[in-house]
């Protein structure tokens, strides 16, 4: 079951800094935090994923709270592209496999 | 180096009836997992392969079966199907022997029950 709290809908303008943020309260310490975008009527596409310590990419940056209780996802510069449903996943430990729960995600609006 | 694929890309079947699904892991990845996506919904885990072998299920029914190939490609198999059947099904791979747990999605295969 999806692990995890978004917001359903959120816009950015275009040019600016979207940040998506993510609820995780009950993550356990070897869990890890994922992010995926799906455009519409596409497979989703990894982002970025992290433990503890912020993470940044070519695509992203991801905010960790200290207590990894919650996240933000921020893409420094949103252009329509970015246009998508947001999924944030918490990944169960190694040892029960490496699938992934969806909750229902945030779809972001980038608007011109 | 060719990522994910689906066949066929869509499909459209009657209740009762039954489909197979194919999916082709990215190049190198040694586990494939399949997810239903029902519409507005998130992605639903079905069942993980790996060596051959189911390695986890989520919570579906005995009609969602599946098989993986010593190629890593793999089926999904739905019987009698239902109305509710029609989604949006995902194959992901990745490559758990090498202990990464970044998933691949393919493009996805959109089956309508009617």
């Known amino acids: 079951d999806a692990k995890t709290t978004q917001p359903p809908s959120m816009d950015c303008a275009e040019g600016r800094a979207a940040n998506l943020p993510c609820n995780h309260s009950?993550?356990?310490?070897?869990?890890?935090v994922y992010w995926y975008r799906q455009i519409h009527s596409q497979g989703p596409q990894y982002i970025i994923h992290g433990l503890k310590n912020n993470e940044t990419n070519e695509m992203a940056s991801l905010i960790i709270t200290e207590d990894r209780k919650s996240s933000t996802l921020i893409l420094p510069h949103a252009t329509l592209r970015d246009t998508a449903v947001y999924y944030c996943?918490?990944?169960?430990?190694?040892?029960?496999?490496?699938?992934?729960?969806f909750g229902t995600g945030t779809s972001l609006t980038v608007i011109p | 180096d060719a990522g994910v694929t689906q066949s066929p890309t869509h499909l459209i079947k009657t209740r009762g009836q039954q489909v197979t699904l194919r999916c082709s892991p990215k190049?190198?990845?040694?586990?494939v997992s399949w997810y239903q996506q029902a519409l507005g919904q998130g992605p639903q885990f079905i069942f993980q392969y790996y060596e051959e072998e189911e390695r986890q299920r989520g919570n579906f029914p005995d009609r969602f079966s599946g098989h993986q190939f010593p190629n890593y490609s793999s089926e999904l198999n739905v019987n009698a199907l239902l109305l509710g059947d029609s989604a949006l099904y995902l194959c992901?791979?990745?490559?758990?022997?090498?202990?990464?747990?970044?998933?691949?999605f393919g493009p996805g295969t959109r089956l309508t029950v009617t």
């Open positions: 996943i918490v990944r169960p430990a190694l040892n029960t496999g490496n699938q992934f729960y």
């Open positions: 190049s190198g990845h040694d586990t």
């Open positions: 009950t993550i356990s310490g070897n869990e890890y």
């Open positions: 992901a791979s990745s490559l758990l022997a090498g202990g990464s747990y970044e998933q691949y």
